[in-house]
């Protein structure tokens, strides 16, 4: 894997005390999932793979960003992105090694305590990805603390 694009799920509407997994996007978050769906477009992203929560919100973003680009692949459902530690994700990121993009739609803390582990080399209370915010990452080998040069950031606000 060369680049790593992790993007956190849109706004989404507010919990009513259901199951939090089946909340979908607000209007607004709509709107943000397709802006980045265009800025993704704009700056050439083109992700082999696509790993997302099974949450209907990222599901959601996911479609509604990658309906954007051309040829996309379709989102591979990863339960265990879902309530993930950032240790969790590079577990699951390293069984897709073999793709040159990934894309990784999910959720806070665990987007946030990535991007600050990749790039930091730390990930203890990072805040710092606000929804449907975008970060692109350029990896130089393997997976591991302080691998990664943080080439874009984009945030709908």
């Known amino acids: 894997m060369h680049e790593l694009i992790l993007l956190r799920h849109a706004e989404a509407v507010s919990a009513d005390g259901g199951d939090d997994r089946q909340r979908g996007l607000s209007a607004h978050g709509r709107r943000e999932a397709e802006d980045a769906g265009t ?36 989102p591979l459902e990863a339960g265990e992105i879902y309530d993930a530690t950032p240790g969790e994700l590079l577990a699951l990121l390293d069984q897709h090694a ?4 990934v894309m990784l739609v999910g959720h806070n803390p665990g987007i946030e305590r990535l991007v600050a582990l990749l790039v ?10 606000p929804p449907c915010g975008l970060a692109v990452l350029h990896l130089s080998g393997a997976l591991e603390p302080a691998c990664a040069r943080l080439d874009a950031f984009w945030s709908p606000r």
């Open 39 to 74: 800025w993704l477009v704009n700056h050439g992203a083109r992700p082999q793979r696509v790993l997302c929560s099974p949450a209907r919100r990222t599901m959601e973003t996911a479609q509604l960003a990658l309906a954007a680009l051309a040829d996309a692949p379709s």
């Open 98 to 101: 073999d793709a040159g993009t």
């Open 120 to 129: 930091e080399g730390r990930s203890d209370e990072f805040r710092g990805m």
